[in-house]
């Protein structure tokens, strides 16, 4: 059944998309940012698959590539759709889909303020989560919140980053690392 | 001059009324609503940039606090995610357990609507009762997992350890109590004609719409579409339980919702006496590495669940290194907390806000994360 | 000479012992510490024994209560908030997130320490803290009162340049009115 739902799809868009059988209920496929609008639109007018689950992005900083998520689920056939588009990250532009689900619209305010990601034609406020954001979008890999914290929050003494506590009570009290718990430590 | 008759109304943050800490923007005429905005951000933590700073298995202590009053959807659903990614078997009987666990929280959640929905019309007495009863069902999670609200029971791999002596006994007496409960509730609730009055006919979702507009849960299930994903998709054991999803209450309204609700109540309970009395015997986890150095291959994974607010999908993304890429959750609330809501309201009173607010299961921290 | 520590005037200790026994919770659940609010008021643990009670307004209030992590957005309501509470007022900073940032301490998002910028009275420790422990924060604050010693709002206007720094550091569009009473 996901086998046939991807050959209908190949069929139709040839050599714009290419996808497999992720696992069961689940079929992704992968196309680009021309052709996102027209698979969306067509699965679901045409095959049914109206139901816009998710829609998320990844942050592939070392292909230099943002990675847009889109899942759509059918009610008849209960199958989900990823389908997934890549888009630079330079210049990262991508195609508005609000027009056909319109709750697409607060994906794409989100990952427009998180990613820094411009949807063409998105009509919304600019500001939605973060307010006076004056540094890069935050979810970006390169964006360090550790550091930024520590720059613009107080912190309480004694308060460090992800310590080893048997470390930690070693270097205070001076005592030796058991034998045993030695394989657990990092 | 031209006489402008609306008034802008700023809900929120700080209002008793508002489910949580958000703020909606109202254009009233009279006190009718003609236009209304949703504003969040007062609860963004940033979740997902935190996660990518730890490893597989710190997570988890982060990862249950997204969605309050019902957490532990969020840890199961990571913990399968996980799992699909991996390739990870996971025991019967914690599949068993899972189950019974998140029903449990299901039930708490639903009491703790059954105490919102009509306190947002005024009548403190049914949350006074229900509230109440929601510490017996957190007494047991205290008992199982050591933490009233936040549990991190549920790994990948199994949950983190098996259920106490006599705890199925326990748990059945208090499924007797609330089942006993849930008529006092309805004589106290559904009877009440003030209620009644309230609830109907207020904040109608259009049922030919709701697919389309992104509806999951009670609100779909209200406009009389059988969706679940309980049994769209079942996960753990949930086709090998009998339970009703339903859909006869077709009118898309508050009190469609409310009925819905009562509904799955009393299916929640059942489906917690059947995994009782069908729960086998064995172990109940497989063993993880070491956390600091558990590696989970590259892949992704979308997994959902059935929250007690609707569908909720998890999209987990591994690069191969001991710290996930990207976890991103799509609660209920984020559809039904914006483009829904918003739509809504259009034409509502605006003494009804908090009341479809509750109904609508607006969430705001699994909204911003 | 109302709250003069060293000279308390019976007047004082009545004043006192008045503001103890009736306390106004500002109903604001500013993070997720609001969802044990609700078992603390009703029926099994009931709090409103103790008179504490919720206030719907800031200026009918007389405790806020900041559950939980305080968002950079947030923190400037909670200010607005709090700078329109009548003095005497006070602040209880509820969970492990307002005395060191708890688990949320790398968040770009949320402040770490509380006291940095608001007067806070009593810390519940605890992610979450039990319905008891919330309890035990008020009979601290209650005895506190009662010692005259629950000064917090003194210090924030004694203290005011350095609360209103800390303030604007995270806060870049200032659009609040002067506090100057």
């Not at chain 2, 017996?136 to 549920?154: A, S, V």
């Not at chain 3, 309890?135 to 209103?164: M, P, V």
Request: glycine share 8%; proline share 5%.
């Amino acid at each position: 059944m996901e086998q046939e739902l991807l050959d209908l799809l190949v069929e139709h868009f040839q050599d714009r998309i290419a996808g497999s059988v992720k696992s069961d209920k689940r079929v992704e496929i992968f196309t680009s940012t021309s052709a996102i609008e027209d698979v969306l639109m067509y699965a679901k007018n045409v095959l049914g698959y109206i139901h816009l689950v998710h829609f998320s992005c990844v942050d592939w900083i070392e292909e230099n590539e943002f990675e847009l998520m889109y899942a759509i689920f059918s009610p008849k056939s209960k199958i989900t759709i990823m389908s997934k588009v890549r888009v630079d990250r330079e210049n990262p532009v991508a195609p508005n889909i609000d027009y056909i689900w319109r709750h697409a619209n607060t994906f794409e305010r989100e990952i427009r303020e998180m990613f820094g990601i411009e949807f063409t034609g998105l009509i919304a406020e600019k500001e939605m989560i973060l307010e006076d954001w004056i540094e890069m979008p935050p979810m970006r890999r390169d964006f360090d919140t550790a550091e930024y914290a520590k720059k613009t929050f107080f912190d309480r003494p004694g308060r460090e980053d992800a310590q080893d506590v048997r470390e930690t009570i070693i270097k205070r009290t001076g005592e030796e690392l058991p034998e045993f718990s030695k394989k657990y430590s990092r | 001059m031209k006489q402008d008759r609306s008034t802008t109304l700023y809900l929120g943050p700080q209002h008793p009324g508002i489910t949580g800490n958000m703020m909606i923007k109202l254009q009233l005429e009279g006190d009718t609503i003609v236009k209304a905005t949703t504003h969040v951000g007062y609860l963004h933590r940033g979740f997902e940039k935190l996660i990518e700073r730890r490893n597989w298995l710190q997570s988890f202590t982060i990862l249950c606090r997204m969605c309050v009053p019902e957490p532990d959807p969020n840890e199961e659903n990571y913990a399968r995610a996980v799992e699909q990614i991996e390739g990870r078997e996971v025991p019967e009987r914690a599949k068993y357990i899972r189950v019974l666990v998140l029903e449990l929280a299901r039930l708490a959640s639903l009491l703790l609507w059954y105490a919102g929905q009509p306190g947002s019309a005024g009548l403190y007495t049914m949350g006074q009762w229900s509230v109440g009863d929601r510490n017996y069902i957190l007494d047991l999670f205290e008992e199982l997992t050591g933490g009233r609200i936040y549990h991190m029971y549920i790994w990948p791999g199994g949950v983190r350890r098996d259920l106490p002596e006599g705890f199925g006994d326990r748990v059945l007496k208090v499924m007797d109590y609330l089942e006993k409960r849930w008529k006092d509730y309805d004589r106290l609730m559904f009877d009440n004609a003030i209620f009644q009055k309230r609830a109907k006919g207020v904040g109608i979702i259009n049922p030919k719409k709701a697919r389309e507009w992104g509806v999951v849960g009670p609100p779909l299930r209200g406009c009389g579409i059988k969706s679940d994903v309980r049994i769209d998709e079942p996960y753990e054991v949930y086709d090998k339980l009998d339970f009703q999803v339903p859909d006869m209450y077709k009118d898309g309204d508050v009190w469609s919702r409310a009925l819905v609700r009562r509904f799955e109540f009393l299916q929640s309970i059942s489906i917690v006496r059947q995994v009782i009395e069908k729960m086998p015997q064995g172990p109940v986890f497989n063993k993880i590495p070491n956390p600091h150095k558990w590696v989970v291959p590259k892949g992704d994974a979308l997994v959902k669940t059935e929250t007690v607010r609707g569908e909720s999908a998890f999209y987990v993304v591994s690069d191969g290194s001991n710290k996930p890429r990207r976890v991103h959750l799509k609660g209920p609330a984020y559809i039904h907390g914006f483009t829904l809501l918003e739509d809504v309201l259009v034409g509502a009173n605006l003494a009804d806000v908090s009341f479809i607010m509750n109904s609508l299961g607006t969430c705001p921290p699994e909204m911003e994360r | 000479m109302v709250n003069d520590k060293e000279s308390r005037k019976i007047v004082d200790i009545i004043q006192d012992f008045a503001r103890k026994s009736s306390l106004f919770v500002l109903a604001y659940g500013t993070g997720c510490g609001a969802i044990e609010i609700p078992p603390t008021m009703t029926s099994r643990y009931d709090a409103e024994r103790f008179g504490i009670r919720g206030a719907a307004t800031p200026r009918q209030a007389d405790v806020l209560l900041i559950t939980g992590y305080l968002a950079t957005k947030s923190l400037k309501r909670v200010i607005r908030a709090y700078e329109q509470m009548q003095n005497p007022k006070y602040i209880i900073g509820f969970g492990s997130c307002t005395i060191n940032g708890g688990m949320y301490w790398d968040s770009y998002n949320t402040i770490n320490r509380l006291d940095m910028y608001m007067p806070v009275d009593v810390y519940i420790n605890g992610c979450m803290p039990r319905p008891e422990a919330v309890i035990a924060g008020f009979a601290k604050l209650q005895k506190l009162i009662q010692a005259g010693k629950a000064d917090g709002w003194e210090r924030y206007q004694n203290n005011l340049e350095f609360y209103r720094k800390n303030q604007k550091k995270i806060i870049h569009n200032w659009v609040m009115p002067d506090y100057n009473w």
